[in-house]
Structures are given as C-alpha cells and as structure tokens.
C-alpha cells in the first residue's frame, strides 16, 4: 500500500491525567491548543497566569518566583504611555498605575503558588530560544513592553544555558508527577525563517537534553505533528504562520491518546469527533440533516455528564437547535 505522508506515532504516557488532575500549563500561544480544549472540558487547568512567555529563561525564572511566592522585583518595572508593565511579566490587562501593576501581579504569583503546590503536572511550552536582555541588569526579561530599543540586546541562548535553567527550578517541582514541554509549531518570522529554524533546533536539542536527564521529564511533539506529520498548507491559519483549527484539533488529540486516563480518553475522542462534524454550520442551518446531526451529538454527549462536567458543551448545541 502507498503511504502518502509520513504519520508520527508516540508512546503512551504511563502516568494518565484523570479527571481531577490538577494541571499548570505556562509558556508562548501555543499552551491555548492543549489548555482550551481540556477547559471545554471542565478539567483542572490553569493556563499561562503571566500572560504569554516565550523565552524558556523567562518561563524558568517565573516558575522559581512561583514556588518562593516571591515579592515582585520592582526594579523591572516600567511606564509607556500612561500604562504600568513589568519586564518578567506579560500581563492580561493594562495598569494605569505602578501600586495597581504590583498589586496584581503580586497576587497572581500567590494565587498560582497555592495552585503550583498541589499540580500533578506541569506543561511548559517553549516558543523561541532568542531573548532580550536589559542592558542595565544583563538580565533576560520576558517581554519589552515597547520600551525603548536601546535598552535592550537581542542574543540566542544556548541548548546548555536552557538546561542549566531548568536544573535550577527542578528540585522545587520533585512533586509535580509530570513535566511535559512542549517546542510551539508556531513559527517565529520576524526573526526570518532560517533564524527561526535555528530558534527551534536550540529548544528541541534543548528539550531532549532535559529529558536525558531528568526521568520524570516528557516530550510532546506538537511542533514534529505539524511540521512533520500533517505538513502542508491546508493546515495553517491565512498568515501561513499559526496552525488553524484542523492542526489544533488533530495535534490534540494526539495529546488524548497519549496522556488522558482510558476512561475518558475514547470519550473524549468520540465528543471530539462529533463536534467537528457539528462545528460549522451548513449553508441552511435549520437543514433536517444539519439538525439531526446535532440532536445525536447531544444524546451522546449527554449519555457522558456522569464522568464530565460538560453542561457548556450542551449549551453551545442547544442553542443551534432550531
């Protein structure tokens, strides 16, 4: 038989995530393909509570002030336009003010303590190995925040300085049952696509390193499911940079069969078929097909609430019946 593609297939994890695992989920964009789905799903996720981090310097270093519930560092913090920003962090909302910036940040870190000390596992997502470092502390920092460009160098960390990054936060996360990282398919193209390649092989070597290291350290491939298994255009988003809802689905349910406890892993799976046969409606979406299509979508998700909180999920359909 011809094959026509080059299909990545992976080990099952064997510690699985049940349904009231508790799980921290940090890092670029990309966290949102794994994390929104487990949310549609009622599952104990918090995902990205510093915003966007790209860098893996940046992610380590907010994971140790994490564990501390350290004080935030009010040396890094900087105005533009009115607005109140801190250099390690990426926040949500603008602050209008520096005591409104600390404040917030200052109880996100300990809201995420309490939650990082009883995670069973941890999602680290690592979007580019390029950082910027301030010129005044040579210190990497998460985000620029627009400020200007002069305070700043640009340099590419080494797979070495990543590990060394990651062998200092280690031992404060000995109760996490699970670290998985994650190299974001997302491609960094304002870097251009030669030096993105570059960007990309540092993590992935990177990752790999931790990994032979550390036992209870996993890999999950996103970045090889899109580049290398589906690999093609049909698969990304109009800028050609993002992958779209296809890729996102498809890579996860590769995350489901490889990680999730089997008794929510083939329901799961079945509730994710359904929903994307469902999920975009027909040209008449009052067709008795389109209908019908939905009204058994409900009797089979219905048939799963004992295991799952999935009263959002019925919502959303109940309001395309007609």
Known sequence: MTHFRTELFIDENPDKIKYNSQILSIGSGFTKALADPLSKYNFNITNNPYGTIYNPISIFNLIEQTTKNGEINEDLITENEGYWNHFNFHPKANFSSKSELINSLQERVETTHEYLKKTD???IT?????VYKLDS??????NCHRAESNLFTKDLLTPQAIVDGFRRIY????HVKNIILVVSPVQHTRDSLTLNAVSKSVLRLACHMIMSEFAYVKYFPAYEFLLSDLRDYQFYEKDLIHPNELATDYIFKKFVESYLDPSL????????????ETHHAPYNPQSKDYQKS???AMSRID?????????????DLKSRIA
């Open 121 to 123: 596992y941890l999602v």
């Open 126 to 130: 690592l979007g580019s190995a390029f």
């Open 137 to 142: 502390t040579n210190k990497v920092i998460a």
């Open 171 to 174: 031992s404060s996360l000995n």
């Open 265 to 276: 892993k083939d329901d799961i799976l079945c509730i994710e078929n359904l929903l994307s």
């Open 294 to 296: 939905l009204r058994e």
């Open 303 to 315: 048939g799963l609430t004992e295991k799952m909180d999935l009263s959002e999920l019925m919502t």
